[in-house]
């Protein structure tokens, strides 16, 4: 190569070089093209205009195609990726970047029955319902796992609206707010365990899971809500008291997480309540209830100091006058302990607070990290979680016999929509596809999803909430009968 006066390159003349020959010098190597298209993406990045190399990557030539780079990247995906169903040509790509974006919305804070309602409302020709994991620290997040794993969602939701034979236009329309969220990089920097995704001809929603669901795609007519579920019926939860003779620590845990409850008045450990002093040659011992708002009491002894027992009980007895006043008066949720075996019986003696989970867990928890304690607390408080499943499922053994339960689909899907289930059962991750004249009382099951149907179990979930039933979610094993997808307890017979 060589530069004119002008500065523009040239190639030399003369007979190619032999570094392309092989064997018996009469052969070429078959070229690279692939090579070549990364090569002029890199000129392209580098190089400003076809005047001259870039002494900075960040300068523009004025007059420079900006879209030529982009033109040879989707040309040369278009010849690698054709085959490729999820894949935009360059004409939809560009289609889609001039569509205007509908408002990217976020649902917070608990999940209300007014929430699901507004969400089970919207019905429309597209309604896209989406579920996938996120993370918030790890190697998946350094690698950006989330943004790609959320990429590939939109290219098979692409991908299923084509087979539908949805227009491409509406396809931008529908998932350009998603494409916008990908590249919103603190959107991902603060994600949870866990993305649903909501998105219609006029919306899109999302919100931030404290749990992982199961990854799954639904294009309906309505939203898809059911792995919601356990944010808006398991709204049980629970207190861990971890103590040591140094310290003492409250947490708050329920089915997603934990986290801990800073309390300024809480006693720094035994040596924060219980002081030994000298006064008039007598030995005091002085018991120090500042943390609990009074003054410091002091005792005489005798002989000799308190015995350890002692000294530990009276520690405790602060501790609980401490979470009294500060949390514990106004609830009666479990309050599982967490402590070295032999304490576990000085706190219960001593506690105002009645509702002490009878198990508790015993050990040195004093440095244990959160995530293994909320490992612990939560297999030790499945009995809690279960006991409102437990109570629903032997009410259903007591009737049985008779016709005010049902595990037959045909009986307990239009029962929901008619206010008539009282406890509804169904198996966690099942679909059951067909429709439902709720005016003409029709039900049409079938065996796979056949277009205009809808899951049917998520129907008559959202329909027993909002008509004030409950909703148990259960693993197969668990269901009250045991191959059964959806039974219920009715509140009367038909």
């Not at 929430?115 to 597209?126: G, R, S, T």
């Not at 990089?185 to 995704?197: D, I, S, T």
């Not at 404290?210 to 808006?232: A, D, G, H, M």
Request: with cysteine.
């Amino acid at each position: 190569m060589g530069k004119d006066r002008e500065g523009k390159f040239h190639p030399k003349k003369g007979k190619p070089s032999a570094a392309g020959k092989i064997e018996g010098r009469t052969g070429l190597k078959d070229i690279n093209t692939n090579a070549i298209e990364d090569y002029l993406e890199i000129a392209d990045k580098y190089t400003v205009g076809e005047e001259a190399p870039a002494p900075n990557i960040h300068v523009r030539h004025p007059n420079r195609n900006v879209d030529k780079g982009e033109d040879r990247r989707l040309e040369k995906a278009d010849n690698n990726n054709r085959q490729n169903p999820s894949y935009k040509s360059k004409a939809e790509t560009l289609n889609r970047s001039a569509v205007e974006s509908k408002p990217i919305r976020e649902i917070t804070g608990v999940l209300t029955k007014d929430i699901l309602n507004e969400l089970a409302a919207v019905h429309a020709d597209h309604c896209i319902s989406f579920y996938m994991e996120t993370h918030q620290a790890g190697v998946e997040k350094n690698e950006q796992k989330d943004t790609i794993a959320f990429k590939n969602l939109l290219q098979q939701i692409t991908y299923q609206l084509r087979q539908k034979t949805v227009d491409q236009s509406v396809i931008d329309s529908l998932l350009k707010p998603g494409y916008d969220l990908l590249r919103d990089n603190e959107f991902w920097l603060a994600q949870h365990k866990g993305l649903a995704v909501f998105i219609s001809d006029t919306e899109f929603r999302y919100m931030k899971l404290p749990f992982t669901p199961k990854e799954e795609i639904l294009i309906n007519t309505s939203y898809y809500v059911s792995p919601l579920l356990p944010l808006f019926m398991n709204r049980d939860y629970f207190y861990v008291l971890v103590f040591s003779k140094k310290q003492a620590k409250l947490y708050r845990a329920d089915q997603f997480g934990i986290v801990h409850i800073p309390i300024a008045e809480m006693p720094n450990g035994i040596d924060d309540v219980v002081h030994f002093e000298e006064k008039d040659d007598q030995k005091l011992f002085r018991t120090d209830t500042s943390g609990a708002g009074q003054g410091a009491n002091f005792h005489g002894i005798g002989s000799g100091k308190p015995d350890e027992k002692a000294n530990i009980a009276m520690y405790f007895d602060e501790v609980d006058e401490t979470l009294w006043k500060a949390v514990l008066s106004t609830e009666n949720v479990p309050l599982l302990l967490a402590g070295v075996d032999y304490m576990i019986p000085i706190y219960k003696g001593v506690a105002k607070y009645k509702y002490i989970w009878n198990d508790a867990l015993t050990g040195s928890y004093e440095h244990e990290d959160m995530n293994s304690l909320y490992q612990e607390a939560i297999q030790k408080m499945t009995p809690y979680f279960r006991e409102r499943h437990e109570k629903a499922k032997a009410l259903y053994g007591n009737q049985s016999a008779t016709a005010l339960t049902s595990s037959i689909p045909a009986d307990v899907i239009p029962a929901a929509y008619y206010s008539r289930v009282w406890h509804l059962f169904v198996t966690r991750n099942e679909h059951i596809w067909g429709t439902f004249d709720e005016l003409n009382n029709k039900l049409a099951i079938h065996d796979i999803q056949e277009d205009g149907d809808e899951d049917l179990i998520d129907k008559a979930i959202m329909r027993t909430i909002l008509n004030g039933g409950e909703v148990h979610m259960l693993d197969q094993l668990d269901m009250p009968v045991v191959d059964a997808r959806i039974c219920a307890v009715m509140r009367y017979e038909a």
